[in-house]
């Protein structure tokens, strides 16, 4: 399996720690053989976590080589999604 990224964004469900029906920007680490079942296995994610609307942007492989060099909330979420098979980090609306 491959580890890609997949940035989008996504709109809370109410109930959530954020506000309902407003968009946020996210980032979704994923495991899956190739770029369509890892955006599949993103949605599922997001919708399983409080958050639906999701469109993405961008999905681009991770480089494990450069992970060391990468913030540490980014290398947890890559640790976390080896063992979990997903992971997303969401943005704040500022």
């Known amino acids: 399996m491959i580890t890609y990224a997949i940035l989008g964004t996504a709109k809370a469900k109410p109930g959530t720690k954020y506000t309902a029906h407003e968009e946020h ?3 979704v680490l994923a ?3 190739d ?4 955006e599949a296995n993103a949605v599922n994610h997001l919708e399983s976590t409080g958050w639906y609307g999701t469109k993405f942007s961008e999905i681009k492989l991770i480089d ?3 992970l060391n060099s990468m913030d540490q909330a ?3 979420a890559y640790e976390l999604t080896q ?3 997903t992971h997303g980090i969401i943005f ?3």
């Open 35 to 38: 770029p369509r079942h890892a």
């Open 92 to 94: 704040r609306k500022s």
């Open 74 to 76: 980014f290398r947890d």
């Open 83 to 85: 063992k979990m098979g």
């Open 64 to 66: 494990v080589e450069r």
């Open 31 to 33: 495991l899956a053989a």
């Open 25 to 27: 920007a996210v980032i």
